[in-house]
């Protein structure tokens, strides 16, 4: 099943990708108003039940007619794992930490599939990130790493977006990660019961078409499910959270000389059995 979040006309709404149709399923249950909250409601089961029930109704509506918004656009918590695959790691110099490497993006720092990413006029470091990104399904404390999966909903694509310079002013990621309009998440989500091994998916970034990163999960250092119960061990994981795993080497800024996002450019994220994230640049005002 490929949940997404979506924006026709002045309506906002979510639901499920049929056949190149959106099964509205926000109209269809009102009491569910977006994917995060039906997540916290009904679960993926629940849903993939309301799909069912809803989708020889009329509310549906043609893909190519809404723009797509980030796969969960109200995330309570966006966590991301830094310096996650081992070729990333060595290329930044960085030792291996006994911990994974956690920092947070805003929820608002992110656009959907075929929206513009935005180089800010105060930089022009703008780095490319690919990675396969977590939505909670259900939430929890203290999760065991053999119950992690259980608590995920689903997998989608997510380019984290870097200004450079700014990462590094000092030794916290934040700024550098949480310019406007400068992370993309989607096209959709696909449920985790679509996904055969979650080690085996393959993580491909394009810039203009040339490859730049590519690498399986199974590289990354932390596994999904120590991700997710060290990040609950910490803070409680709600329904329609979001957890980015890492990128793989080959980022722009490790480059000689750095490749850079540049106005008029296209990055794509591809993740196996998931689809293609695809985002144009452009400047800042």
Known sequence: MKLLSYRSADRRSWGA??????????????????????????????????????????????????????????????????????????????????????????????????????????????DFEGEVALVIG????????????????????????????FQSHTHQFTPGKNFPATGSMGPWLVTLDEIADLAELELITRLNGAEVQRAPLSDLTYSIPEIVAYCSSWTELRPGDVIATGTPGGIGARREPPLWMELGDVCEVEVSGVGVLRNTILDEG
């Open 17 to 126: 990708l049929v056949d190149r149709e959106i099964v509205d399923l926000g109209r269809a249950n009102p009491a569910w108003p977006t994917l995060a909250f039906a997540l916290g409601e009904a679960g993926a089961d629940g849903i993939g039940r309301a799909v069912t029930a809803a989708a020889n109704t009329t509310h549906r509506v043609a893909l190519d007619s809404v723009e797509l918004l980030p796969a969960v656009p109200d995330p309570q918590k966006v966590l991301c794992v830094g310096l996650n695959f081992e070729k990333h790691r060595i290329e930044t110099g960085r030792e291996r930490t006994e911990h994974p490497v956690i920092f947070t993006r805003f929820a608002d720092t992110f656009v959907g599939h075929g929206a513009p990413l935005v180089r800010p006029a105060a930089s022009e470091c703008f």
């Open 138 to 165: 259900r939430g929890g404390r203290r999760i065991a790493p053999e119950d992690a999966l259980a608590h995920i909903a689903g997998i989608t694509c997510l380019n984290d977006g870097s200004i450079r310079d």
